[in-house]
């Protein structure tokens, strides 16, 4: 049988490295989309939570995308802002029906957050919040998926090498044999026997 090379398994185990942090890199860019408004029905007010993952309180990446549309109309006053606990205010925009509508990039602290539309009579909005609740922690999720399968490398290294020795060991132990010989037993054969104990005899007189 041959030999197997002994940089196959270092680097079988460096592709999979690769790859499982190739797929955490995609799942940590997934966005979860939160409808706001809809032109089928747009509120003045909205809220939103944002949920801590993991229960820690670290901020989200988070986008809002916004457009505004009015089918009897070409001008109106329209406008959006977003404020955390009706309090703190993230982002605000107002302008005019037709402007290029700025849309906001940032991050999001845990909490419930209310969205305030401006419009004019019938012009409806399209919004929608965007939040990507693992990129917070994709540095983590790296440095913990790859000391994770190093861990499996090693782990499988040793069992490996004490199968080996396992294997060894058994090989190595001596084989016990029984101390007597046995004998067979049966009649002699005929050019065995003495000269004068011929099994052909006269008979007797």
Not at 75 to 89: A, H, K, M
Request: proline share 7%; no cysteine.
């Amino acid at each position: 049988m041959a030999r197997q090379n002994p940089w196959i398994n270092p680097v079988m185990w460096f592709v999979a490295v690769l790859v499982v942090n190739s797929l955490w890199s995609a799942v940590a860019s997934q966005e979860a989309p939160n409808e706001v408004n809809s032109p089928a029905q747009t509120q003045t007010y909205r809220e939103v939570v944002v949920a801590p993952v993991a229960d820690l309180d670290r901020a989200l990446p988070a986008r809002m995308a916004v457009t505004f549309s009015a089918g009897g109309t070409d001008t109106g006053e329209i406008g959006y802002s977003i404020l955390l606990n009706n309090q703190t205010e993230i982002t605000s925009w107002n302008g005019d029906l037709g402007e290029e509508v700025p849309q906001w990039n940032g991050k999001l602290e845990p909490g419930v957050y209310t969205i305030e539309t401006v419009t004019d009579e019938g012009i409806v909005a399209q919004q929608e919040l965007y939040i990507k609740p693992f990129a917070a922690y994709q540095l983590e999720g790296h440095i913990l998926l790859s000391l994770l399968l190093v861990g499996f490398a090693f782990a499988e290294q040793g069992v490996r090498a004490l199968a080996g020795r396992i294997q060894n060991t058994i090989k190595q132990q001596p084989v016990e044999r029984t101390p007597f010989k046995r004998i067979s037993r049966g009649m002699p054969e005929l050019d065995q026997l003495p000269e004068h104990d011929s099994p052909w005899r006269e008979p007797l007189r």
